[in-house]
């Protein structure tokens, strides 16, 4: 048993070798006995948001479920990739869902990403932070998380994590523990 809060870790892409569902697998190693993270996998499951099929009344099982397992823990950890400059369709279709529900109302969130270009997620995580404030979760500020080069910068055969990358993520931890303790 650890006095860690317990986050449920939430990847914004349905690629299977997805950047942002590894960056989430890193900081669950470099967070340990800082943050618990529980990574999602049903995201390929969520349906399309659609309001004629009465989606309160009839909320699918997979929402359900996501719903739930937010309820159980302290916080959310999204880790957005950018599409268009925005987040990926599938990360705003389950935030849609999300919000009907009220499972993040007054829930911390702390939202990083990553991309393999040059721009690491500015835009989406800007976008990103505007929607989960629609929702009412408390979002952490600070440290915030932009991974450029993304392809790189993670460990991938026998190359160990970037050195700076590991520093931010043991530092978003922290951040995590703490913006959870704020809001108990
Ligand atoms: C439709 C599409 C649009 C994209 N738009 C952007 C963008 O605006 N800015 C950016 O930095 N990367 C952009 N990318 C690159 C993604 O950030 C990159 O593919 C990233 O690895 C996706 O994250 P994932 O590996 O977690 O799936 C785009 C990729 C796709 C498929």
Redesign the pocket.
């Known amino acids: 048993m650890t006095n860690a809060p317990r986050f449920l870790g939430l990847?914004?892409?349905l690629?299977q070798?997805?950047?942002?569902?590894q960056l989430l697998e890193a900081l669950k190693t470099i967070g340990q006995g800082k943050v618990e993270l529980e990574l999602y996998t049903n995201l390929p499951n969520i349906p399309l948001f659609n309001e004629d099929l009465k989606p309160i009344e009839n909320r699918p099982k997979s929402v359900i479920d996501l719903c739930a397992q937010i309820e159980a823990v302290d916080g959310l950890v999204i880790?957005t990739?950018?599409?268009?400059?925005?987040v990926p369709g599938v990360l705003k279709n389950v935030l849609d869902w999300i919000s009907i529900s009220k499972a993040l109302d007054e829930k911390p969130v702390a939202i990083l990403g990553?991309?393999?270009?040059?721009?690491?997620?500015r835009?989406?995580q800007a976008s990103l932070r505007h929607t989960l404030v629609s929702i009412g979760s408390h979002t952490m500020q600070r440290p915030m998380v932009f991974v450029n080069d993304?392809?790189n910068q993670l460990p991938h055969g026998d190359q160990p994590i970037a050195p700076e990358l590991g520093q931010r993520l043991t530092a978003f931890a922290d951040g995590m523990q703490k913006w959870a303790a704020l809001h108990k």
């Open positions: 990847a914004g892409s690629r070798n997805s950047y942002n569902f880790a990739p950018e599409y268009c400059q925005s990553g991309t393999t270009g040059i721009w690491g997620t835009y989406a993304i392809r």
